[in-house]
Nanobody
Framework: QVQLVESGGGLVQPGGSLTLSCAASGRILSIYRMGWYRQAPGKQRELVAV???????VYADSVKGRFTLSRDNANYTVYLQMNSLKPEDTAVYYCNAAINRVDYRGKGTLVTVSS
């Protein structure tokens, strides 16, 4: 059984930074895609950033230039460095990965941007 475990969420002031981590564990044969989605209160889930094994990274327009996704393939971990955070970035952030040709999602970590 494959699991994704997120960490790093919390409360931060506007303009601040946070780094989210997501570690995959279990019987992992291949990872095609790892990334992050988020869901704000009362809104639909939206893509934040995703990185494919081909090396391309896609970012939502709203986070371009502020967020950076990186992967540690040796440790099956993906990170999301979030800078210049805004109140509208407040959401539950979910890690998502395509592992062994199956989509998995973590339980989420809450990010609150508020003064």
């Amino acid at each position: 059984q494959v699991q994704l475990v997120e960490s790093g969420g919390g409360l931060v002031q506007p303009g601040g930074s946070l780094t989210l981590s997501c570690a995959a564990s279990g019987r992992i044969l291949s990872i095609y895609r790892m990334g992050w989605y988020r869901q704000a209160p009362g809104k639909q889930r939206e893509l934040v950033a995703v990185d494919t094994s081909g090396g391309s990274t896609v970012y939502a327009d709203s986070v371009k230039g502020r967020f950076t996704l990186s992967r540690d393939n040796a440790n099956y971990t993906v990170y999301l460095q979030m800078n210049s955070l805004k109140p509208e970035d407040t959401a539950v952030y979910y890690c998502n990965a395509a592992i062994n040709r199956v989509d998995y999602r973590g339980k989420g970590t809450l990010v609150t941007v508020s003064s």
